[in-house]
């Protein structure tokens, strides 16, 4: 990985740490951060030079993370990725990267956009934003959640024309029967990615692909798998159906990204006991907009599938995984942090239960990247000595109301991550 350059030493006296465990706070303690990692935890001496945080018993917390973004479109419309000039994507990815850091989310996984050049800036230290776990381009079947191309056009393996816009910009891949799936996944990984994305069923945004719909063959999900085992990594699937589901897991894909059709608890059993996780996003219908009827009535269909698949996923004992899936609507990107409080408030997670989700819970799957993990040399999501030193320290008690979460300006007294200060009310 690329890395900064290193930070002076800092003591937080006198917080109250929400550990790794995710059972609750500490009694008042300090936190010697030193060398990127947390040094020390109950250290009173700070070392020569060290900058010194006077917590006055607030919380300090991992930082909060991201299963599921789109930087690259989080700060873009549909409209300015396919007909803007190139440079703007990127100038506004950049931008996204310092908004989504100080509202708290030290570590995302982007999960389709070229973003393996802005990890590497982020990580030196240049410019301020998250981790990155990056997917470079979502993989798609002609016809399928990734197409962008117009109907009047020939699918891309029969005509050798010209890759539309999305993939000119890295956002997208088109790949068809599985030569093309195995090339697809290994350019992504050439070009960085830590874990491949690939359209396994219908969206919602998009143009052609109603929400029945199964994409891609057994035979072509194998491919993926195949290709990215070789890699040490795993498989993601954008998928809401169940038929998409259970063919997604059969093909060995690791991570369902959404699932929120998924036919009843069964499915969730399965994924449960195949180590499967349900990587998802707790939906209202106001988090979208869409011009088209259509979209708008698919829209509305996944909404109503969401409170049943978290209540399943929980009954099973599916790993959850936080993301907010974010994108093409710059206005909204400030969501993020609404949609985390509300797996405590609109669906019966405890604030304890939420926090560990977007912390520890996450990082667990984000692990699964193994040696094309970015971050392999030490732990995240968590409070511990070793570990990477992504710390948020918090106005108000975050394990007992987690909406002091959802103003971040206000409530983030400090935001740390890798060891450097980005953000000091107290100082």
């Not at 800092?10 to 706070?25: E, M, Q, T």
């Given at each position: 990985m690329?890395?900064?350059?290193?930070?002076?030493?800092?003591l937080?006296?006198?917080?109250?740490?929400?550990?790794?465990?995710?059972?609750?706070?500490t009694?008042?303690?300090?936190?010697?951060?030193?060398?990127?990692?947390?040094?020390?935890?109950?250290?009173?001496?700070?070392?020569?030079?060290?900058?010194?945080?006077?917590?006055?018993?607030?919380?300090?917390?991992?930082?909060?993370?991201?299963?599921?973004?789109?930087?690259?479109?989080?700060?873009?419309?549909?409209?300015?990725?396919?007909?803007?000039?190139?440079?703007?994507?990127?100038?506004?990815?950049?931008?996204?990267?310092?908004?989504?850091?100080?509202?708290?989310?030290?570590?995302?996984?982007?999960?389709?956009?070229?973003?393996?050049?802005?990890?590497?800036?982020?990580?030196?230290?240049?410019?301020?934003g998250?981790?990155?776990?990056?997917?470079?381009?979502?993989?798609?079947?002609?016809?399928?959640?990734?197409?962008?191309?117009?109907?009047?056009?020939?699918?891309?393996?029969?005509?050798?024309?010209?890759?539309?816009?999305?993939?000119q910009?890295?956002?997208?891949?088109?790949?068809?029967g599985?030569?093309?799936?195995?090339?697809?996944?290994?350019?992504?990984l050439?070009?960085?990615?830590s874990?491949?994305?690939?359209?396994?069923?219908?969206?919602?945004?998009?143009?052609?692909?109603?929400?029945?719909?199964?994409?891609?063959?057994?035979?072509?999900?194998?491919?993926?798998?195949?290709?990215?085992?070789?890699?040490?990594?795993?498989?993601?699937?954008?998928?809401?159906?169940?038929?998409?589901?259970?063919?997604?897991?059969?093909?060995?894909?690791?991570?369902?990204?959404?699932?929120?059709?998924?036919?009843?608890?069964?499915?969730?059993?399965?994924?449960?006991?195949?180590?499967?996780?349900?990587?998802?996003?707790?939906?209202?219908?106001?988090?979208?907009?869409?011009?088209n009827?259509?979209?708008?009535?698919?829209?509305?269909?996944?909404?109503?599938?969401?409170?049943?698949?978290?209540?399943?996923?929980?009954?099973?004992?599916?790993?959850?995984?936080?993301?907010?899936?974010?994108?093409?609507?710059?206005?909204?990107?400030?969501?993020?942090?609404?949609?985390?409080?509300?797996?405590?408030?609109?669906?019966?997670?405890?604030?304890?239960?939420?926090?560990?989700?977007?912390?520890?819970?996450?990082?667990?799957?984000?692990?699964?990247?193994?040696?094309?993990?970015?971050?392999?040399?030490?732990?995240?999501?968590?409070?511990?000595?070793?570990?990477?030193?992504?710390?948020?320290?918090?106005?108000?008690?975050?394990t007992?109301?987690?909406?002091?979460?959802?103003?971040?300006?206000?409530?983030?007294?400090?935001?740390?991550?890798?060891?450097?200060?980005?953000?000091?009310?107290?100082?």
């Amino acid at each position: 990985m690329t890395q900064q350059q290193t930070s002076p030493p800092i003591l937080i006296n006198n917080v109250r740490v929400f550990g790794a465990d995710g059972c609750g706070l500490t009694p008042p303690t300090s936190v010697l951060i030193q060398d990127r990692r947390i040094a020390a935890i109950g250290e009173e001496k700070p070392p020569e030079g060290a900058v010194s945080i006077q917590g006055g018993e607030r919380v300090l917390m991992p930082g909060l993370s991201d299963a599921h973004v789109h930087l690259f479109a989080a700060g873009n419309t549909h409209a300015g990725l396919t007909m803007g000039a190139t440079g703007m994507g990127y100038y506004k990815a950049l931008a996204e990267a310092e908004r989504m850091l100080m509202r708290g989310f030290t570590t995302v996984r982007d999960m389709a956009g070229d973003v393996a050049a802005l990890r590497q800036v982020l990580d030196s230290g240049a410019f301020p934003g998250p981790r990155i776990y990056p997917s470079q381009a979502a993989i798609s079947q002609t016809s399928g959640h990734g197409d962008y191309s117009a109907v009047y056009e020939d699918a891309t393996a029969f005509s050798c024309g010209l890759h539309t816009r999305a993939e000119q910009i890295g956002f997208m891949r088109v790949a068809d029967g599985r030569d093309q799936v195995l090339a697809a996944v290994r350019e992504q990984l050439k070009k960085g990615a830590s874990q491949i994305k690939i359209m396994a069923g219908g969206g919602v945004a998009s143009a052609y692909d109603p929400l029945d719909v199964v994409q891609y063959t057994p035979d072509e999900l194998s491919a993926a798998v195949e290709a990215a085992s070789d890699w040490g990594t795993y498989v993601s699937a954008h998928v809401y159906n169940d038929e998409g589901i259970r063919r997604a897991i059969a093909a060995g894909i690791r991570s369902i990204e959404h699932g929120h059709l998924a036919a009843g608890p069964e499915t969730f059993k399965l994924m449960a006991s195949k180590g499967v996780w349900m990587s998802t996003q707790p939906f209202l219908e106001s988090d979208h907009e869409y011009d088209n009827p259509d979209n708008t009535e698919k829209n509305k269909e996944v909404c109503a599938g969401v409170l049943n698949s978290f209540t399943w996923a929980r009954e099973a004992g599916t790993k959850i995984a936080f993301g907010t899936d974010l994108l093409l609507e710059p206005e909204k990107a400030g969501l993020q942090n609404e949609m985390l409080i509300r797996l405590s408030t609109c669906f019966e997670f405890s604030p304890t239960e939420a926090l560990r989700i977007a912390t520890s819970g996450n990082a667990e799957l984000f692990r699964l990247s193994g040696e094309r993990d970015p971050y392999k040399e030490a732990r995240l999501g968590e409070i511990t000595v070793g570990a990477w030193a992504d710390v948020l320290l918090v106005e108000g008690d975050p394990t007992e109301d987690l909406t002091v979460l959802g103003d971040p300006d206000k409530n983030l007294a400090v935001i740390i991550k890798d060891g450097r200060i980005y953000k000091n009310l107290l100082g």
